[in-house]
């Protein structure tokens, strides 16, 4: 029974399928509706499960799951990657589906980690406890913005707490401003609300994951940071070296060579930007607690400003993560070494 090769191009109502066999011949084409229903029609043109792959959108998960339960092998394609090896001056779903077609059947496709349902699930918690912390700052700094206007500001450290409230409350503002600042108090207090909810129930899944428990003994790293990071990296194994592990997450310099000269440049910022995002939080955490963090920083900021330094810093707290998910050890600070360097500061099985 001859092989069969499947290329896709996802899109949220329809998708377009290209087939050849092993030899590149074309076996079927076409474009179906978005549905289990049509995976069925696509599935039924072929005697054998074809060998499938689909560019990594952001509506993949559900179809890539329906194609594994009838039985076909199912790659994931690196949008950025394939677009790298096939550029094309026209560019059409059809030939979008040709090309992976063809890019499968020569075994040359750039895949992605195809994450298990368990993980989707957890980072959809994850994620969403981040878009509610945005929406959280969004809506002070809302509030902020109309007292300014009225030339207003507490004194206090925090004008969402309990002395600020009652601050807020004792100002006169005009009417369609107080009703507005109002509104927004309303919504945050369940915002708020809504965050301590879904804590508990990060709180509840972790738990159990032998991943959180030592992600928590690096300093910086709380647990909703270590959950996040748990379901977004998935297998450390995928892995090789911690280079290629902050490179995946985007922490690493732009590089240009050209002979002997080496160009080095801003951070990628390519990658996931979840977990980009909670190592620089955890950075500038140590940078304010830890002594050796903090003197780390300052150093680096007096030659390339603050923001670079805590992204150094952010670098070698992904080298620390690295380290303790690889080796599954617990993290134990060397305070001969600054500041947080890996391996040799990894020390105790967990």
Known sequence: MKEIFVGIDLHKKFFTFYATDLFGNEVAQGKLDSNLLSIDTLLSKFRSKPKVVVEAMGSWMWFVRALRSNGCEVLLAHPLKVLAIAAAKIKTDSIDAKTLCHLLRSNLVPTSYIATDEEQDARELSRGRATLVHDRTQLKNRVHAILTKENLAFLGTDMFGTKGRVWLSGQELPDGKKYIVDTYLKKLDETEKAIMDLDGVIKEKSSSDTRVKLLLSIPGIGPTTAFLLASEIGDIQRFPTSKQFASYFGLVPRLHQSGSHAYYGRITKEGNPYVRWVL???????????????????????????????????????????????????????????????????????
């Open 280 to 350: 620089t939080q955890a950075a500038q955490r140590n940078a304010r607690y830890d002594e050796q963090s903090r003197k780390h920083v300052v150093r680096l900021a007096f030659r390339t400003g603050y923001k670079k330094a805590i992204t150094a810093l952010a670098r070698e707290l992904a080298t620390v993560v690295y380290c303790v998910l690889k080796e599954k050890r617990l993290f134990i600070k060397d305070y001969k070494r600054s500041p947080m360097v890996c391996p040799a500061i990894i020390a105790g099985k967990s």
